[in-house]
């Protein structure tokens, strides 16, 4: 079953793709994002893999904008799923990666972006990473994912909502520029920053150790940035996943989500980011959504966003001039 189903009481679409639970058992020791293995090139630094359990797909039937769902709406989940192997080495967790190779990371990620640009299907493109055997990943080697979904989801649609209504209150100022310009100027929450980037960790973080990278510029995609500010930004995503791995000691499980403004609607406001979400609220406890954040949407958080910042700014690397 590959489909979208309406939440007509959240009002959002939940996507089934049910043969995922039907994955074959790898045989020990083989992988298949190896070199050799058949299914990826000989060679190769950086390698788009197309997943073959997509939760979207090309060839899935095409998604239809509803007007009024009602109560039990379907839709097609026409889109892509890919999978973007990080090295060909299966053992190099991706904190580890080098700013050389994140950057050629960042080019796939956004020479795909490019090409989904061009189809006016496609609503949105997410690249994210999930790391760690806390965040569910079975897979060792490192790779990240990109899924290009032909509709927004509620938290894109939340923050075009919050920077519209920020605009028209504030004489068609960017939310997150105003945002970055205030917690630059306060200082006690920066945790990193070179000339094209800061990473900070938010006012009310929601999740322990959350940070955030925005862009000094007000740029909307990865396809708006220079190719200095592309280096810019490996250089960043390669400081803080250092500086997770120090702050405890250990490679931190962890959410890495790199947000683009919607591919089609021009107009919406937005400004691109990277948000980290860990998961690890100690060095020996996890942090589980429990019912207080899933049921009713309310994050309890134990930890002052002030005092993370401090621990994340003497985590290892120090500075953003030696990563
Ligand atoms: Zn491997
Ligand atoms: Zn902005």
Redesign the pocket.
Same mark, same amino acid.
Request: with cysteine; glycine share 0%; proline share 0%.
């Given at each position: 079953m590959h489909q979208l189903r309406w939440h007509a009481v959240l009002q959002q679409w939940i996507v089934f793709s049910t043969d995922r639970q039907n994955r074959p058992q790898m045989p020990a020791n083989w992988?298949p994002?190896?070199p050799g293995s058949g299914k990826v090139p000989d060679q190769y630094d950086v390698f788009l893999y197309p997943n073959d359990f997509p939760g979207f797909g090309p060839n899935a039937d095409p998604f239809t904008p509803i007007e009024a769902p009602g109560l039990f709406a379907e839709n097609g989940p026409r889109g892509a799923c890919d999978v973007v192997l990080y090295s060909p080495e %299966?053992t190099l967790p991706p904190s580890k990666l080098t700013v050389e190779n994140w950057r050629k990371v960042i080019d796939v990620w956004t020479r795909r972006t490019g090409e989904h640009a061009a189809n006016p299907a496609i609503a949105l493109v997410d690249v994210f990473e999930n790391s760690g055997e806390a965040v569910g990943v079975t897979m060792p %080697?490192p790779h990240g994912q990109i899924y290009a979904t032909p509709f927004l989801g509620p938290t894109v649609e939340k923050e075009i909502e919050s920077t519209s209504q920020y605009s028209r209150t504030h004489n068609g100022a960017c939310l997150f520029c105003d945002l970055l310009t205030e917690e630059l100027k306060r200082e006690e929450r920066i945790v990193a920053s070179n000339e094209h980037f800061a990473a900070f960790v938010p006012f009310a973080a929601r999740f322990p150790a959350e940070t955030v990278i925005y862009a000094r510029r007000h740029v909307r995609t990865l396809l708006d940035l220079t190719n200095e500010e592309l280096d810019s930004l490996a250089q960043i995503i390669s400081i803080m996943r250092r500086k997770y791995d120090g702050l405890y000691g250990f490679l931190l499980p962890l959410m890495m989500a790199v947000k683009q403004a919607p591919l089609q609607q021009k107009e919406a406001p937005y400004h691109f980011h990277i948000q980290f979400l860990p998961l690890q609220r100690s060095a020996t406890k996890l942090k589980y959504l429990a019912t207080m954040e899933t049921g009713y949407g309310v994050f309890l958080a134990d930890t002052a966003p002030e005092e993370m910042a401090e621990h994340l700014r003497n985590s290892e690397p120090k500075t953003a001039q030696a990563p």
């Open positions: 992988c994002f190896d %299966h %080697h």
